[in-house]
């Protein structure tokens, strides 16, 4: 245990009270280059804001000197130094004052009006935001007292984010848009508090010595006004991170349950929307229009997928009416048709070529009978002619077999038949057998 207590032990580590007070009352004041930074952080911030830049807003955070006033409300709460705790929350007024000011008039003459994302960001706060800045607020501290600084304080800068929610605020007063500007100012309140916080506990922890010597009945009342001001900023930081998460979910259920309907019923998905907040999702199908029937069954489809009391809406892209159909079944009943029909034609020249070559044996013997009376039968034949040999492809080859009577053909007699064969079918591999 000793060893442990001894790992996280930071008193060795710290500055001299001294040092730590005048460090502390130093940063609460806003005057000289402190103020000429602290303008710039301002418009370093608003243009980043302006341009969806996320480093030109990196940059104004880290420059930016609001953590001073912060921690120096924190220190004199927790030291019950009053005249500290008076010193710093001016400086800070003056600060939010002047980072308002300056952020609406930079909006103001900007031409581009757009809130985009990086502005977006900064107006719904969470529960999540109370985290980064009490533990923001813990580093902070800690690299305040302490010797080594490393890179905290930057660190701390950027994660706590305390400019950008005073410029956004800026940009909701310039473009009369109330939403942009309480909810960012809620965020600068969020981050204000708990960093405070952060640094009123660890400056009990330590402890640094008291200021002042103050009764009970003080202390009490101290202490509840603390409290009651942590919990009024708390409590609407647990219900929106309620509500986001509920819509991460219920866009998470949207987007699987919108996959399984792209395809409904000969019906094709050509556009949807999903309002996370209103719980409501607008299907936009092609097709012939869904019927009533069918809206019901993707509506219960829907509360499969975790989306009950959900509102569907649908509407009707390029509809294909039913003349159109019918229609398109008409053109494809014919274009099969003219299939058929060529295909018939083929079939029907191929037999007619079949025929042919049946009695083209007959046409051979009348023509050759005058010539040689001994021919008394003629037939042909076209087959295919395989061999034994591999990688050998099949032959097509013609055949004309010929008897003859009691009297035998001379073999110059055979010679002529069969050139003359060759030439009457143009085929100069045509064999002819003699019976």
Same mark, same amino acid.
């Given at each position: 245990?000793?060893?442990?207590?001894?790992?996280?032990?930071?008193?060795?580590?710290?500055?001299?009270?001294?040092?730590?007070?005048?460090?502390?009352?130093?940063?609460?004041?806003?005057?000289?280059?402190?103020?000429?930074?602290?303008?710039?952080?301002?418009?370093?911030?608003?243009?980043?804001?302006?341009?969806?830049?996320?480093? @030109?807003?990196? %940059?104004?955070?880290?420059?930016?000197? &609001? /953590?001073? #006033?912060?921690?120096?409300? =924190? !220190?004199?709460? +927790? *030291?019950?130094?009053?005249?500290?705790?008076?010193?710093?929350?001016?400086?800070?007024?003056?600060?939010?004052?002047?980072?308002?000011?300056?952020?609406?008039?930079?909006?103001?003459?900007?031409?581009?009006?757009?809130?985009?994302?990086?502005?977006?960001?900064?107006?719904?706060?969470?529960?999540?935001?109370?985290?980064?800045?009490?533990?923001?607020?813990?580093?902070?501290?800690?690299?305040?007292?302490?010797?080594?600084?490393?890179? @905290?304080?930057? %660190?701390?800068?950027?994660?706590?984010? &305390? /400019?950008? #929610?005073?410029?956004?605020? =800026? !940009?909701?007063? +310039? *473009?009369?848009?109330?939403?942009?500007?309480?909810?960012?100012?809620?965020?600068?309140?969020?981050?204000?508090?708990?960093?405070?916080?952060?640094?009123?506990?660890?400056?009990?922890?330590?402890?640094?010595?008291?200021?002042?010597?103050?009764?009970?009945?003080?202390?009490?009342?101290?202490?509840?006004?603390?409290?009651?001001?942590?919990?009024?900023?708390?409590?609407?930081?647990?219900?929106?991170?309620?509500?986001?998460?509920?819509?991460?979910?219920?866009?998470?259920?949207?987007?699987?349950?919108?996959?399984?309907?792209?395809?409904?019923? =000969?019906?094709?998905?050509?556009?949807?929307?999903?309002?996370?907040?209103?719980?409501?999702?607008?299907?936009?199908?092609?097709?012939?229009?869904?019927?009533?029937?069918?809206?019901?069954?993707?509506?219960?489809?829907?509360?499969?997928?975790?989306?009950?009391?959900?509102?569907?809406?649908?509407?009707?892209?390029?509809?294909?009416?039913?003349?159109?159909?019918?229609?398109?079944?008409?053109?494809?009943?014919?274009?099969?048709?003219?299939?058929?029909?060529?295909?018939?034609?083929?079939?029907?020249?191929?037999?007619?070529?079949?025929?042919?070559?049946?009695?083209?044996?007959?046409?051979?013997?009348?023509?050759?009978?005058?010539?040689?009376?001994?021919?008394?039968?003629?037939?042909?034949?076209?087959?295919?002619?395989?061999?034994?040999?591999?990688?050998?492809?099949?032959?097509?080859?013609?055949?004309?077999?010929?008897?003859?009577?009691?009297?035998?053909?001379?073999?110059?007699?055979?010679?002529?038949?069969?050139?003359?064969?060759?030439?009457?079918?143009?085929?100069?591999?045509?064999?002819?057998?003699?019976?």
């Amino acid at each position: 245990m000793s060893k442990m207590t001894n790992i996280f032990n930071i008193k060795s580590d710290c500055e001299s009270f001294d040092t730590i007070y005048k460090t502390v009352n130093l940063d609460s004041t806003f005057n000289g280059s402190r103020l000429s930074i602290l303008i710039c952080a301002i418009i370093l911030a608003s243009v980043g804001l302006n341009m969806n830049s996320t480093a @030109v807003i990196i %940059g104004a955070m880290l420059i930016s000197p &609001l /953590m001073g #006033p912060i921690n120096g409300i =924190g !220190y004199s709460i +927790a *030291t019950y130094d009053f005249l500290l705790l008076r010193k710093a929350i001016k400086n800070l007024l003056f600060a939010i004052i002047a980072s308002l000011i300056t952020s609406s008039l930079y909006f103001a003459v900007s031409p581009v009006s757009t809130a985009h994302s990086e502005l977006l960001a900064r107006t719904s706060p969470t529960i999540y935001d109370v985290l980064i800045a009490l533990f923001g607020g813990f580093a902070g501290t800690i690299s305040l007292v302490t010797k080594l600084k490393g890179n @905290v304080v930057p %660190g701390v800068a950027i994660a706590t984010a &305390l /400019m950008p #929610p005073l410029c956004t605020a =800026g !940009y909701g007063l +310039a *473009t009369f848009q109330f939403s942009f500007f309480f909810g960012a100012l809620y965020l600068f309140t969020i981050n204000l508090v708990f960093i405070a916080l952060a640094t009123i506990l660890f400056s009990q922890l330590i402890p640094f010595p008291l200021k002042n010597i103050i009764n009970d009945d003080k202390k009490k009342k101290i202490n509840n006004f603390i409290t009651s001001i942590t919990l009024i900023t708390l409590v609407p930081s647990i219900y929106f991170g309620y509500v986001l998460s509920e819509k991460e979910k219920f866009n998470e259920n949207a987007k699987r349950f919108i996959q399984s309907v792209t395809f409904f019923d =000969g019906e094709y998905l050509l556009h949807h929307e999903i309002n996370a907040g209103n719980r409501l999702i607008t299907l936009i199908y092609n097709g012939q229009g869904l019927t009533e029937k069918e809206k019901a069954e993707l509506q219960k489809r829907a509360n499969d997928f975790g989306l009950k009391n959900t509102t569907l809406t649908f509407q009707q892209g390029i509809k294909f009416s039913p003349i159109s159909k019918e229609k398109s079944e008409n053109e494809a009943l014919k274009t099969e048709i003219n299939r058929l029909a060529i295909a018939l034609k083929q079939q029907t020249t191929k037999q007619d070529s079949l025929q042919k070559q049946i009695y083209r044996g007959s046409i051979f013997l009348r023509e050759l009978q005058p010539l040689f009376p001994q021919v008394t039968t003629c037939a042909f034949m076209e087959s295919y002619r395989f061999s034994n040999k591999s990688n050998t492809l099949p032959v097509k080859t013609a055949y004309v077999v010929i008897t003859t009577n009691n009297s035998s053909l001379k073999k110059t007699d055979k010679e002529k038949i069969t050139m003359w064969l060759q030439a009457r079918t143009q085929n100069d591999s045509l064999r002819v057998i003699f019976e």
